[in-house]
């Protein structure tokens, strides 16, 4: 273990809760950086995806983590040996075999998603709580397909887990209270501020207002009002935001937008357009930072220019 929290519990509610076994289930983007940190914090974790190249793709991500740790945490030296103290599989069965919490970050589809808690609960022991950190559904869309609903809900998070430390909490109406106070303290334990919903919300907190930001600024840019740098220092100047809004799609990773916005296109005709716009992009290569390049080139993109502001 990398901290002393080999066993943690505690009591809530008179009952007393223990998680150390945290097992994440798709090891993109997010669900790898949710891994290094449950990790980097001194938990079991496991991390589970469909086949071996997955998995062999998600160590790529965890490595690329490590000096980014480094750097941002005073304990950052324990990073270099987090990978080693994590678990692999592609065995469902066999990544939650002895799981406490299971962390769903699989991608952003009803068919996928349906499918894999049908096998999930057929698998999990009792006690395991099933989350979802998924950005586009809400809980009581999948609490009919698992067979624990009460100990079902949603741990959201943001991109670059370590520095934008929010986690959103969220059940559904059969969600147990006991579960999301469990979840809660388990956000807390993994260095996370958790902001618990009273009730469910498409986007949660963060997403329903960035979002609209992110639509607004591609609306703009497909429709030749202005081009992204001139929108990007127009929100940073009048803000004071470090950032602008292509700047976070970039970030985001391309891909996403592109889905959503594909999605919305059947009944909204901009939407449509920005799809289009983005899969040009997509199909170049420029999916985002974590590529090299979007609407901004990496690792030295310009609106980190002292002059990008002048």
């Known amino acids: 273990m990398l901290s002393d929290i080999s066993i943690r519990k505690y009591e809530i509610g008179g009952f007393y809760m223990s998680i150390k076994n945290v097992t994440i289930a798709g090891g993109g983007v997010l669900g790898s950086q949710i891994a290094f940190q449950t990790a980097f ?25 490590v000096p980014e740790y480094e750097a941002f945490y005073d304990d950052g030296d324990k990073a270099a040996s987090v990978i080693d103290h994590m678990s692999f599989s592609t065995s469902l069965a066999e990544a939650v075999a002895d799981a406490d919490l299971v962390i769903e970050a699989i991608p952003e589809s009803v068919k996928i998603k349906v499918s ?16 979802t950190n998924s950005s586009t559904f809400v809980p009581s869309q999948f609490a009919e397909y698992v067979d624990r609903p009460e100990k079902f809900l949603a741990i959201h998070f943001a991109n670059q887990i370590w520095k934008n430390n929010n986690a959103e909490i969220m059940g559904h109406p059969g969600t147990e209270g006991k579960y999301l106070d469990e979840v809660v303290q388990f956000a807390k334990d993994i260095r996370m501020v958790p902001f618990r919903l009273y009730k469910e919300q498409h986007g949660y ?79 170049a290569g420029k999916t985002g930072a974590a590529s090299g390049e979007g609407f901004y080139k990496y690792p030295n993109p310009a609106f980190l220019d002292p002059d990008f502001l002048k």
């Open 205 to 283: 907190i963060l997403n329903s207002l960035l979002v609209p930001l992110l639509d607004a600024a591609q609306k703009l840019w497909v429709n030749g009002v202005a081009d992204p740098e001139t929108i990007d220092k127009s929100w940073m100047i009048a803000t004071g935001a470090p950032q602008g809004p292509f700047a976070i799609l970039d970030v985001v990773g391309l891909n996403t937008p592109y889905n959503l916005s594909l999605a919305q296109a059947e009944t909204d005709a901009e939407a449509g357009e920005i799809a289009k716009a983005l899969k040009a992009m997509i199909d």
């Open 41 to 65: 914090t001194g938990f079991n974790v496991t991390l589970y995806d469909i086949n071996d190249e997955a998995i062999d793709h998600a160590k790529q991500l965890l490595a690329s983590y």
């Open 116 to 131: 894999y808690y049908q096998e999930l609960s057929s698998v999990a022991p009792e006690k395991t709580i099933f989350a």
